[in-house]
């Protein structure tokens, strides 16, 4: 019996179901038999057969195939484990959850800890492959790895051996580590929001590591939802809630609870009780800017930036002297803007006009000033006679601190030097449940970083350079795990980050960073090539990489110089921003027959909202390139994007008859999990029609003269305001223009 059987699926949707071979599998078969186990794959492209009997049956699977995994997955039941990975699973491991193992991520170090019993059955998430030369080649003497309908109707197709290989990973998966809708997130201006209420392009605080992990500013880069068993993971400070995959900084490094299990259950050494999570401070509901907040806030400002003081004026034909109030206020901008929103808020008149700061104040151009007697008198009574409610005190509190406030590395001061003052802020403090000690000329908030993100969480202050020094600071905090109780059911989040971390609830947790923003992870030069020569003793001269930006390796030049010592032919992609002149020069002379762009729409304004960063110009300046340096230019369209009109089709149209490239391919744009238009089909114009995944492949229009497969029925999505006739007339429209060939003729 083997122990492990690789499942290459069926690709109905493909004229040439055996064109391509998974390289992923091929990945997982090397790192398999590395460590000793007997492997085989099976393939199944070209129809679904019997598999051989074996103790672990593996699958890697794309949306539009994982029907069929299940399908083979029911068949086995009972026979052996089976594993499943790949794009589906990593972005939506609910919908796998009959399989034994779903792993999200790189297979390759989890699979041998799989085999060997080392890891609990259900979600397991891989962490990312840092050195790619670390692990093996692909097993290419595994089933039938090579192509002979890899190039057809090129001078090598057709007869010729031919295979795929990549020279770099970017990230490969949306994690969907979760948390419940209610958890909270601390923001970068100190408030704490439900996860659910946080979107795209929120600035967060989370932490990066150089020789210690320090907090820093993230975006949110994206956000997935869906149902999931939740945990509550209790500590010595508190409880949080989350799936149990759902990784937390431990120490020094992020592990689940799921990890700790399986750490307590093969490791005898290891101790559960030293488990803990690095912890920031307690969240704080975030409070709203009551009419009581605004008073004190004001107050707060004028006591700390403010002048409100007497004038004596000396009434005309000897009828006495009189009193008036005068206001001047002078400070940060962030400051002066809340204070004026306040004051029309509350019926206040105030205005502002230019200053001169001269040295006692050189950054300040704007002052507030209020001449008006009774509205001074108004001012007089809010800073010594108002209503000393909560809410007037914690906006006092956040205004005397945005005038006269300070947060170093170590503390948090406010200045001032009337001893009342000092003593009125402490009285305040000391309500809201905070430590302080009087200075000569400022009162100090002790008991740490933790009760300074406090302090800063409820008085909401307005400037931002008074709570950025948060940033940089180090992670210090750690509250012990105590217990973890299953709960039940319910709707989760996860936010994608800059950092890929952000702090919940409180403490420092883990997520995926956007496809987009994650770095890519390059080949060396040399085990490039020590895989290329491996494959020319195989009988291979004819490579294609699948690399979507081949131009982007940091050594590109050493590269290309290499290959040409190979004597090899192949294609590769790039993006049109991404092509030089030189760069096309030097790939042809190196071996390279054919260079392919993700053209997709000549519409500028389909490329803006698919957000794609390129344009018309900069598409057609890359072809241009491409065969001005004697290279094959292939364009690849998509029809049925978001934002997709009868104008696009003119725009297509007008592309190849100016371009002329040299080749093409027309596929059609499927909103798959993960994707931007998935998670927010509104935002789009798109309504999703079809979930039945095995149509969704991306070549859904039936081919001429050929009979239907499956997975090519039709669009799986419609443009709102459209109907799928419209937008399959514009695509037969422009396939048949593009078959037609008149476009290549001068």
Known sequence: MLDLCLVSLPNPALQHPTMYQSLGLLYLAAIAERYGYSTEVSDLRDGIRPLPEAKFYGFSCTTPEITYAKQIANQIKGKGKTIVGGAHPSLLPEDCSMFNYIVRGEGEEVLPQILAGQLKEGYISAPRIKNLDTIPFPHWTKGSAFSDTLFPGENYGNGEKAATLIGSRGCPYLCAFCL???????????????????????????????????????????????????????????TVYSTKEHPWLMHNKFQSIQDIENNRKYNASFNSERAVLRKLATPIHAPKETRDYKKGYIAGVIVGDGCLRIKHHIRPYGKGVYDYLNLGIVGDYEMLDRVLKFAEDLNIHMHERKFNGGKVYPN?????????????????????????????????????????????????????????????????????????????????????????????????????????????????GSSRIKNVRQMGEMEVFNLSTSTENFIADGFVTHNCANLFTKPVVYRSVENICQELIKLKKLGVRHFRFEDDNFTLHPEFDKLCAEIKKLDIKYKCHTRANLITLDKARRMLDSGCEECGLGVESADDEVLKL???????????????????????????????????????????????????????????????????????????????????????????????????????????????????????????????????????KE
């Open 180 to 238: 419940p809708k209610n958890t909270q997130v601390l923001m970068t201006d100190m408030r704490w929001l439900n996860i659910q209420d946080i979107k795209i392009g929120d600035m967060v605080v989370g932490v990066r590591k150089n020789a210690r992990w320090k907090y820093t500013m993230a975006e949110v880069t994206n956000i997935l939802k869906r149902k999931a068993m939740v945990y509550a993971i209790e500590t010595e400070d508190g």
């Open 364 to 476: 300040c151009t704007r002052i507030i000033v209020c001449n008006r007697h009774h509205v001074c008198k108004t001012i007089e009574k809010l800073i010594y006679h108002a209503k000393e409610t909560y809410e007037y005190k914690r906006g006092f509190l956040s205004g005397i601190y945005d005038a006269e406030g300070s947060f170093s590395q170590s503390a948090l001061r406010i200045s001032n030097n009337d001893e009342g003052i000092k003593q009125r802020i402490q009285e305040y403090l000391t309500q809201f449940g905070f430590q302080s000690i009087i200075e000569k000329r400022a009162i100090r908030i002790t008991g740490g970083l933790a009760e300074h993100i406090k302090f800063l969480s409820i008085v909401l202050s307005a400037v931002a350079h008074k709570r950025s020094r948060l940033f940089g600071r180090a992670v210090y």
């Open 610 to 744: 698919n957000n794609k960063k390129t344009t018309y110009k900069t598409n057609a300046r890359a072809v241009n390139i491409i065969k001005d340096a004697g290279l094959r230019a292939k364009t690849y369209w998509m029809a049925g994007l978001p934002g997709e009109t009868d104008k696009t089709l003119f725009y297509n149209i007008q592309f190849m008859e100016e371009t002329k490239p040299d080749k093409w391919t027309l596929s059609c744009f499927t909103p798959y999990p993960g994707c931007d238009v998935w998670r927010n089909p509104d935002k789009f114009g798109v309504e999703i029609t079809n979930k039945h995944w095995e149509t969704w492949w991306n070549f859904v229009i039936p081919e001429k003269h050929l009979p239907i497969m499956t997975g090519r029925e039709g669009f799986n999505h419609v443009l709102k305001g459209q109907s799928h006739k419209e937008m399959e007339f514009r695509h037969n429209t422009f396939r048949d223009f593009l078959e037609g060939g008149q476009w290549q």
